[in-house]
C-alpha cells in the first residue's frame, strides 16, 4: 500500500514540475496547483518540499530563472521580453531574482557566457550579396 502512495505521490509532484515548465508565464497560486493535482493545498505543500528540498513558490522561482537562462542565448531577445514570458512583470524584480540566483544580472550573464561578435570577428563573415532588380 505504501508504494502505491509513494508512486502517485511522485506522479503528482511530476505533474506539478510540469505544470511549472509550461505555464511560468502566468500567475500560478498554490490552491490553483493544488486544484489540478487532486491535492490540499497543505498536502501540497508540504508534499512538494519534500520531494524536492523547496518551497512550491521557489520552486516555480528556479524553473523560471532556468528558462530565463536558456532565452538569453539568444541576443536578439530583450532581457524585457524575456522577463515578460517568465511571468515577470517587472523587469526589476526578475533581475534581482535572477542575480541572487545565478550570481550576475542577466545583462552580465548574457555578455559573459553569449558575447556579441567583435567588430573583428564581423569582418570575416563575407557580406550578403543584394539582390539587383530587373527593370520589366
Known amino acids: 500500500m505504501k508504494k502505491k502512495k509513494r508512486s502517485k505521490e511522485i506522479e ?12 511560468c ?16 493545498v ?5 508534499t512538494y518540499r519534500k520531494w524536492s528540498s523547496r518551497s512550491l513558490h521557489s520552486g516555480l522561482t528556479f524553473v523560471r530563472m532556468q528558462q ?4 538569453l542565448e539568444k541576443a536578439d ?3 524585457h ?3 515578460a514570458e517568465v ?21 552580465e550573464y548574457r555578455k559573459i557566457y553569449y558575447p556579441l561578435p567583435t567588430a573583428s570577428e564581423k569582418e570575416t563573415t563575407p557580406p550578403k550579396r543584394k539582390r539587383i532588380k530587373r527593370a520589366r
Not at 25 to 40: C, N, P, W
Not at 68 to 71: H, I, P, Q, V
Not at 94 to 107: A, D, T, V
Open 25 to 40: 508565464h502566468r500567475k500560478l497560486t498554490a490552491k490553483e496547483i493544488a486544484k489540478r493535482v487532486g491535492m490540499d
Open 77 to 79: 531577445r530583450s532581457i
Open 42 to 46: 497543505e498536502e501540497l505543500k508540504l
Open 12 to 23: 503528482k509532484m511530476i505533474q506539478v514540475e510540469n505544470i511549472f515548465t509550461w505555464e
Open 87 to 107: 511571468g515577470y512583470t517587472n523587469t526589476q524584480s526578475f533581475s534581482q531574482q535572477f542575480k541572487r540566483m545565478f550570481e550576475y544580472s542577466p545583462r
Open 81 to 83: 521580453s524575456i522577463a
Open 68 to 71: 530565463a537562462r536558456l532565452l
